[in-house]
């Protein structure tokens, strides 16, 4: 499935083009501009499949090394990428300065402008190269973006369909819904047990004096399953009846009183339950289809050709 454009690059461009940097020096070193693909209208030369190369190893965390045994993959990912930016520009699909300029700040913004700058510096890429980089990514994830608005979305049918042959997926574990208090001290705690035992309320009481976000909602924890808390205190909080309190229990939080206000026995989740798991599921899986229907198309419509030594010349030197 496609991200959202600013927050996938946000943390990955960076890196990425500055370990494309040190691939690039330490792999493909010496020049060479003769053509070796061509995908639609678009020629590429040994010298730009050198720098597309880089770019995949370092995106993949991969190593020279490791490059060379996946050396037809990689390049089938170049070419697929060619192929995304001929349709975008028969499709008149473009990024526009600003989209750019956002994203550039989206990036830059947790870096100091002297930092950012020096580890360009440091690993001697030029701005306008890193820049040229970022643009070309974007606007191939724009480009994806657009094609799959033209996506069937799930059906009912579709969603109902998985949910009875996959009703074991769907099994749902014991849960309790908790309300809790919780306080730095258990002199603290101990007072508030006492008041308890007196007939105060608990809701008034977690309001008052709970240090955890959920005391404005009079300590409402909402449902837990089991797995999900420190076991010796889930040991105790599923055993308690509905409407009972806890002793206090303490953890790296505090100091924690709590009370079950009801209980959802183990069983299968019902549709409605299930149906934003299932959407998810079965969205990815039409994805995945579409997009591999539509590269299938764009390879008859924009022929490709390949100079098959560039596989055997896997650095590309020469």
């Given at each position: 499935m496609v991200p959202n454009t600013l927050s996938m690059f946000k943390n990955f461009c960076l890196a990425s083009l500055l370990i494309f940097s040190i691939s690039a020096c330490h792999i493909f070193d010496r020049p060479n501009d003769r053509d070796v693909i061509t995908v639609g209208k678009t020629v590429i030369t040994k010298d730009e499949l050198r720098r597309d190369i880089g770019h995949i190893i370092s995106e993949m965390g991969m190593s020279a090394e490791e490059a060379k045994f996946a050396i037809k993959s990689i390049i089938g990912k170049i070419t697929e990428n060619y192929l995304i930016m001929e349709y975008g520009k028969e499709e008149g699909i473009t990024l526009q300065d600003d989209e750019l300029k956002a994203a550039v700040r989206e990036i830059k913004k947790d870096y100091p402008e002297d930092i950012f700058n020096k580890m360009l510096l440091e690993r001697y890429i030029d701005y306008n190269t890193w820049e040229e980089e970022l643009r070309e990514d974007l606007l191939n994830k724009k480009i994806v973006t657009k094609v799959f608005e033209g996506m069937p979305s799930v059906?009912?049918?579709?969603?109902?369909?998985?949910?009875?042959s996959h009703r074991n997926e769907f099994i749902r574990p014991r849960m309790v819904q908790l309300?809790?208090?919780?306080?730095?001290?258990?002199?603290d705690a101990e007072k508030i047990l006492d008041r308890l035992a007196k007939g105060d309320e608990m809701e008034?009481?977690?309001?008052?004096?709970?240090?955890?976000?959920?005391?404005?909602?009079?300590?409402?924890?909402?449902?837990?399953?089991k797995g999900e808390l420190e076991e010796y205190i889930e040991e105790i909080v599923f055993a308690l009846p509905i409407n009972k309190k806890s002793p206090i229990l303490e953890s790296p939080y505090g100091y924690h009183i709590f009370e079950v206000l009801s209980v959802s026995d183990e069983g299968f989740?019902?549709?409605?339950?299930?149906?934003?798991?299932?959407?998810?599921i079965l969205t990815l899986q039409k994805r995945e289809a579409f997009y591999g229907k539509w590269l299938d198309g764009l390879k008859d419509r924009?022929?490709?050709?390949?100079?098959?030594?560039?596989?055997?010349d896997w650095n590309m030197e020469g």
């Open positions: 059906s009912f049918n579709d969603t109902m369909e998985y949910y009875e309300r809790q208090i919780v306080t730095r001290s258990k002199e008034n009481l977690a309001k008052e004096y709970s240090i955890t976000p959920e005391a404005k909602n009079g300590g409402i924890l909402g449902w837990v399953a989740k019902t549709l409605p339950e299930a149906k934003a798991e299932i959407e998810s924009f022929p490709i050709t390949i100079d098959e030594e560039i596989y055997s």
